[in-house]
């Protein structure tokens, strides 16, 4: 099933997602319709409060569309350690047609557990942990728009207004 997600400035975005306490089945359906969701606008991450649902959870799958799936589901992931620094350029699905230089740690450890409620831990650097480390923080309520200086935040804010009006357009 497709999920709605939200876009920015929407405030469920700034919830905090609470642990997933246990697997059950309808969190597992949670994990696959947000796989099928991020497939289909096309995305490489999706966190559960990005779709209204305030849990720690989210899938990523950076894998290029000639290429067979590399789908990880993350529920209540911990980063363990971050180490180094880069910029990389970023988009997410809550801010339409914005890409933006935003500074992370060049690599983590991720600790989670899968669909199964099996733990993992990873060791990630370039763009997996930057994703790793972008869509964590949204189980945080944090955005890439907070990692922005008052300038580039204003600018990013006056598109989204302007896709807004132009949507909002009969
Ligand atoms: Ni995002």
Not at 109 to 126: S, T
Request: with cysteine.
């Amino acid at each position: 099933m497709i999920l709605t997600i939200l876009h920015y400035p929407d405030p469920r975005l700034r919830e905090k997602g609470q642990p997933i306490r246990e697997i059950t089945p309808e969190i597992q359906k949670l994990a696959d319709d947000m796989a099928e969701t991020m497939y289909a606008a096309p995305g490489v991450g999706l966190a559960a409060t990005q779709i209204g649902v305030p849990v720690r959870l989210f899938v990523i799958d950076l894998a290029g569309e000639d290429e067979p799936s590399r789908l990880v589901t993350f529920i209540n992931p911990e980063i363990l350690e971050r180490e180094g620094s880069r910029t990389w350029e970023e988009g997410c699905l809550s801010f339409p047609d914005v890409h933006e230089d935003v500074q992370r740690a060049e690599r983590v450890r991720v600790r989670a557990l899968d669909r199964d409620g099996k733990p993992f831990e990873l060791d990630v650097d370039g763009y997996m942990a930057v994703a790793v480390q972008h869509e964590n923080d949204h189980l945080d309520g944090v955005l890439m728009i907070d990692h922005m200086g008052a300038l580039r935040k204003r600018m990013v804010q006056r598109k989204l207004e302007k896709r807004r009006a132009r949507d909002a357009r009969p």
